[in-house]
């Protein structure tokens, strides 16, 4: 499969795309840096996605090189460990610039693309968290915006059903990487022993999930964010 994954020089995104490579799939990633991946199946855009003509020349490059896609992984995120109190507004929007407005600019140039995949339904995946469905204290304005992140799964879905296009999510535990670097060892531990399964989520255990509703063996699931190491 020809699967772009954004925010793959660091973190979920880059061992993802590494990942995914392994098992033979043809990655194009993308981040505002400079590429961290070299292999003869990968392609790096540096591009922030943030800003609206950044994406559109991103996905004018990926049809004029390949023509199509099969999947897009929204993976690209930030977030700020604080109390709303704590945090400006401008912190605040562009949380939501790149965690929600981006990936809407996303999936929209995506779908074009997704379309003229040969091997239909195409799929974009969009990467979640525990904080939306625990509500985390400290973390408001990044948990809202997955949130609005889970409820664009749900409906676009819907909306891109007509196009053989499926749409899921993918919520995840804590996982150590950049994002989370700030969070003591004790939070983490904290967050762990919520899980069902109390270990640390590693990228291992990413990868067969998000292959799972990347591919046709999950033809017929759209709408669904799925949560790793047990929720309830
Ligand atoms: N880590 C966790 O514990 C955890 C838990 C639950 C969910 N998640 C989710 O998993 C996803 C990945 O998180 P992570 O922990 O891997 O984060 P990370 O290590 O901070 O990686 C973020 C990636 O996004 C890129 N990026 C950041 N801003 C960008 C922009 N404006 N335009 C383009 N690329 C940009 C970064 O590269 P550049 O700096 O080069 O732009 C980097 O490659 C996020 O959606 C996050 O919410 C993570």
Redesign the pocket.
């Known amino acids: 499969m020809l699967i772009l994954i954004?925010?793959?020089?660091?973190?979920?995104?880059?061992a993802l795309a590494q990942q995914l490579l392994d098992r033979g799939h043809q990655i194009v990633g993308?981040?505002?840096?400079s590429a961290t991946i070299e292999h003869d199946r990968y392609r790096h855009y540096e591009?922030?996605?943030?800003r609206a003509d950044q994406v559109r020349s991103l996905f004018t490059a990926v049809r004029r090189e390949y023509g199509y896609l099969d999947g897009l992984i929204n993976?690209?995120?930030?977030?700020t460990m604080n109390h709303f109190m704590m945090t400006p507004g401008d912190v605040s929007r562009k949380i939501f610039e790149?965690?929600f407005f981006?990936v809407l600019d996303c999936c929209r140039e995506a779908t074009k693309l997704l379309q003229r995949s040969a091997d239909p339904p195409s799929a974009i995946l969009n990467?979640?968290?525990?904080a939306v469905p625990w509500a985390l204290d400290g973390q408001l304005v990044y948990s809202a915006s997955?949130s609005a992140i889970e409820q664009l799964t749900r409906v676009m879905s819907k909306e891109l059903a007509d196009f053989e296009i499926r749409v899921n999510g993918i919520g995840?535990?804590?996982?150590r990487?950049?994002?989370?670097r700030t969070v003591s060892k004790a939070k983490i531990d904290e967050l762990i022993r919520r899980q069902t399964i109390n270990r640390m989520c590693s990228v291992e255990d990413i990868v067969g999930p998000v292959e799972f509703l990347m591919t046709q063996q999950s033809a017929f699931v759209t709408g669904e964010t799925l949560f790793l190491g047990g929720v309830n």
């Open positions: 954004t925010g793959t020089r660091t973190g979920v995104g880059q993308c981040s505002r840096r591009v922030d996605l943030t993976n690209a995120g930030t977030s790149l965690n981006a990467v979640s968290t525990v997955k995840l535990p804590p996982v990487t950049v994002l989370t």
